[in-house]
Structures are given as C-alpha cells and as structure tokens.
C-alpha cells in the first residue's frame, strides 16, 4: 500500500526527468506498480481510510511521484467525460491506468480550476491559475497492452495534463504565469 511517506517530493531529480517509456507485456512489478497507484487515489478518497493512513487526497498519480521513472500514470475516479460509463450506482467516474500516453491533439482554449492545482508531490500551497488545454485526445496502451484512444475535457483534461506533465519532468507550477499568477488568456474557462 502506498502511503505518504512513499511520495515523492519536490527537490528529488525524479520529478524533473523524462520518464521512460514501457515495453510490453508488463512485468508483475509494473503491474503491481499500476494496481498501487490506483489503489491510492481510491483509498485517498475515502474518508475513513485516508484519515487512518493520514493520506492527502488525490485524483491521479504518476509513476515518478512514487521515485519511478517509467510512462505510466493512474488517473480517477473522477467525473464526468466523453469515456465515461455509469457504474453500478448509476454515478459516472472516469479511472484508468495510462500506460506510454502520448496527447495527440489539444483545444486552443485554455481552462484552469478556480482555486488552482495543488500535486501530492508539493507539500506547499503555490496560487496562481494553470493554463491547460480544455480538450486532449490522448493515446496510451492499458495495463495489458490494449492500445487506446480517448478524448477528455474540462476537468479530467486537467488531471490528464497534470499526470502527463509529470512523465515528461514537469510540475504544475511551471505553468502558472510568473510575472502575473492570477492573468489569463480572454477565453479561458475557470472551473470552479
């Protein structure tokens, strides 16, 4: 089980180089990786189990920000985009283990959450807005190889570009405009 003291944090050179990509089939090691990771972001969520872990809560997880330089993130559950399903409570999430993920287009528009991003790897509160694409199309291969290709917007966009980011050395910060935090581009959508 992956708990806060197996993040991690910003300084450690991990989180500033380019992740390597991964060869199929997975080993049992990377797949165990993919099942932590996941299994994070679910208990990080759960109220009872993330106050007796002392876990912050999270909504993705890339490989690196648990010191492993390898293409692989964990994103969800979340809601709503154009890949969800309903579950069985009839509650539309999004989760998924992206593996070599590469974004094959993004919108113009830009989009940021209100209360800007924060990231399990950084430990302070950084405001300012983070600019990131409102739509992605993204191609990655799944946990046992399957090749896919999905469309996300808005906020699951958002964390996929977050969790990409860190595969290619950066952190959400570097997006935040320096000289201004709070400025955006006319048409940025702010989520709230």
């Known amino acids: 089980m992956i708990l806060m003291h197996d993040i991690t944090r910003d300084g450690n050179p991990v989180l500033r180089q380019v992740a390597k990509p991964l060869t199929f089939p997975l080993s049992d090691e990377y ?41 692989m993130a964990a994103q969800g559950p979340l809601a709503p985009c154009a890949a969800s399903r309903p579950n069985d409570k009839g509650e539309i999430i999004f989760k998924e283990v992206f593996v070599n993920p590469k974004i094959l287009s993004e919108s113009v528009r830009r989009t940021c959450l209100a209360e800007g991003e924060g990231c399990l790897s950084v430990d302070k509160d950084i405001e300012g807005y983070v600019p990131r694409p409102d739509k992605l199309k993204i191609r990655y291969y799944t946990v046992d190889g399957e090749e896919k290709t999905i469309r996300l917007k808005d906020y699951p966009a958002i964390v996929a570009s977050h969790e990409i980011d860190h595969l290619n050395g950066h952190l959400f910060y570097d997006r935040i405009n320096k000289q201004n935090p709070f400025e955006l581009a006319e048409d940025t959508i702010v989520i709230s």
Do not use: T
């Open 31 to 71: 797949k165990k990786l993919a099942d932590d990771m996941m299994q994070y972001l679910i208990n990080s969520q759960d109220p009872k189990i993330a106050e007796k872990h002392q876990l912050r809560a999270g909504v993705g997880l890339a490989a690196p920000q648990v010191g492993e330089s390898v293409q």
